[in-house]
């Protein structure tokens, strides 16, 4: 991500969470939930969770391939923000899964495309 990433109209108090979470493949937002925290989980569960229906209520009226950047990025952590749930509220706020192989163990058969359809 660049310092100049950009969100929709009323978003613009998630850019930093964009830059540090938002990746356009599963593979690139994997890495960064691996090497994450419990306190960066906790603070991206905290600041998004609030916003995640109105990011949604947004983000499904426009079709995947009419998306332009700002949206694109909102879209990016919607999903960084489904991958990394969980470890708040079920992991503890391990980056591990408990009692699974490691996440790191699996490899994609899609490769590492980027999430648009």
Do not use: K
Request: charged content about 20%; glycine content about 4%; proline content about 5%.
């Amino acid at each position: 991500m660049t310092d100049t990433i950009t969100l929709p109209a009323g978003f613009e108090d998630l850019t930093e969470l964009a830059a540090h979470w938002a990746r356009a493949t599963e593979n690139a937002r994997s890495a960064i939930r691996w090497s994450a925290s419990a306190q960066d989980f906790a603070a991206f569960y905290t600041a998004f969770m609030p916003r995640l229906r109105t990011a949604l209520d947004l983000l499904e009226q426009i079709p995947l391939d009419a998306m332009d950047a700002a949206q694109t990025n909102l879209f990016e952590l919607a999903c960084a923000f489904a991958e990394a749930a969980p470890h708040h509220e079920l992991y503890g706020g391990s980056a591990d899964v408990p009692h699974s192989f490691s996440a790191r163990r699996f490899v994609p058969g899609h490769g590492d495309t980027a999430s648009r359809l």
